[in-house]
């Protein structure tokens, strides 16, 4: 189990968000967690990420619990994680490239290895022709992947994903989905956060929050 959420409660001040909230991702699964807009995604991830602690009961990820998180083990746990939001988030000083080799710098990877890995995993994602560009020169998709690229090139055992297609049109959304089922069959795990019915595979494993609670859903399409 890569992650786990036991009983957990959320709520900003008097606003509850999540209530007695227990699910499970499995090791290299893909998971959609879908809802409507403000029903919790975001602040279901970020407790995923320790952005957020739970009001009540655990979350537990990679190994590190929430119970007993510190602020110290956080850059740890977060080298386990892979991260990509709609707005892509890139280093805009920095080409496609550097964006990739930036994060293995910082988590020391070999030195030697570390133009191996970018490229391959540019090579993956379709896009080492542009590892010479900028982030504001590239298409929406582009962009995307580069911040997937990012997220995955540390070998992460969890990628979590918040509305990843939200700013991508319908076919490009098709893509960027179809790379996450990638990765998921490749070992790591996907929890995508998304308002969007319309990208969901229906055989894949579906969450749902509604009214503070999440629950498996099936989708008819
Ligand atoms: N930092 C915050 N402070 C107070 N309320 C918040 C904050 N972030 C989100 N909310 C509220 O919590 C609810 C859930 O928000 P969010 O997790 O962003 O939902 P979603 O990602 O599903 O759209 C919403 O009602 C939102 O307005
Ligand atoms: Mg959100």
């Given at each position: 189990?890569?992650?786990?959420?036991?009983?957990?409660?959320?709520?900003?001040?008097?606003?509850?968000?999540?209530?007695?909230?227990?699910?499970?991702?499995?090791?290299?699964?893909?998971?959609?967690?879908?809802?409507?807009?403000?029903?919790?995604?975001?602040?279901?991830?970020?407790?995923?990420?320790?952005?957020?602690?739970?009001?009540?009961?655990e979350?537990?990820?990679?190994?590190?619990?929430?119970a007993?998180?510190?602020e110290?083990?956080?850059p740890?746990?977060?080298?386990?994680?892979?991260?990509?939001?709609?707005?892509?988030?890139?280093?805009?000083?920095?080409t496609?490239?550097?964006?990739?080799?930036?994060?293995?710098?910082?988590?020391?990877?070999?030195?030697?290895?570390?133009?191996?890995r970018?490229?391959?995993?540019?090579?993956?994602?379709?896009?080492?022709?542009?590892?010479?560009?900028?982030?504001?020169?590239?298409s929406g998709?582009?962009?995307?992947r580069?911040?997937?690229?990012?997220?995955?090139?540390?070998?992460?055992?969890?990628?979590?994903?918040?509305?990843?297609?939200?700013?991508l049109?319908?076919?490009?959304?098709?893509?960027?989905?179809?790379?996450?089922?990638?990765?998921?069959?490749?070992?790591?795990?996907?929890?995508?956060?998304?308002?969007?019915?319309?990208i969901?595979?229906?055989?894949?494993?579906?969450?749902?929050?509604?009214?503070?609670?999440?629950?498996?859903?099936?989708?008819?399409?």
């Amino acid at each position: 189990m890569i992650l786990q959420f036991n009983k957990v409660n959320f709520s900003y001040s008097s606003h509850r968000v999540l209530h007695d909230c227990s699910f499970a991702v499995s090791n290299g699964e893909l998971v959609y967690m879908v809802g409507k807009s403000g029903c919790g995604k975001s602040t279901l991830l970020q407790l995923c990420y320790f952005n957020l602690f739970p009001d009540d009961g655990e979350v537990v990820v990679a190994g590190f619990s929430s119970a007993s998180a510190s602020e110290k083990i956080i850059p740890a746990l977060r080298r386990k994680l892979g991260i990509v939001f709609q707005d892509f988030k890139l280093l805009s000083d920095r080409t496609v490239f550097d964006n990739l080799a930036y994060i293995l710098e910082i988590n020391n990877y070999p030195a030697k290895k570390r133009r191996g890995r970018v490229e391959e995993v540019l090579r993956d994602l379709g896009i080492l022709h542009l590892k010479n560009s900028y982030p504001q020169t590239l298409s929406g998709g582009e962009q995307q992947r580069t911040a997937i690229g990012r997220a995955i090139v540390n070998e992460p055992l969890l990628v979590i994903a918040d509305e990843p297609t939200g700013n991508l049109d319908p076919q490009t959304s098709e893509e960027i989905v179809s790379i996450f089922k990638d990765i998921s069959l490749k070992g790591t795990a996907v929890l995508l956060a998304t308002h969007n019915y319309d990208i969901i595979d229906p055989s894949a494993k579906i969450l749902r929050i509604e009214d503070g609670k999440v629950s498996p859903v099936r989708i008819k399409k």
